[in-house]
């Protein structure tokens, strides 16, 4: 099965970047899909993101399976 594959990836990276998910999460509308291990959810990483996403007025749904 072909396909085309062409993300268009940003990468930020450092101290207290998490916080900045918000700002720019509302360039891509206003709902957000967080998808991470179970492990990343146990060490709080996961709650800081959704922090930010609902501080910027962005719906969020977490997935962690």
């Not at 940003?10 to 998808?35: C, K, M, N, W």
């Not at 179970?38 to 922090?51: E, H, S």
Request: zero cysteines.
């Amino acid at each position: 099965l072909p396909f085309d594959f062409d993300p268009s990836i940003r990468t930020l990276y450092g101290p207290g970047r998490l916080s900045e998910l918000g700002d720019i999460a509302t360039q891509f509308g206003g709902r957000a899909l967080l998808v991470a291990d179970p492990g990343i959810v146990q060490a709080g990483i996961v709650a800081l993101g959704v922090a930010s996403l609902e501080q910027a007025n962005v719906a969020v749904q977490v997935f962690s399976g």
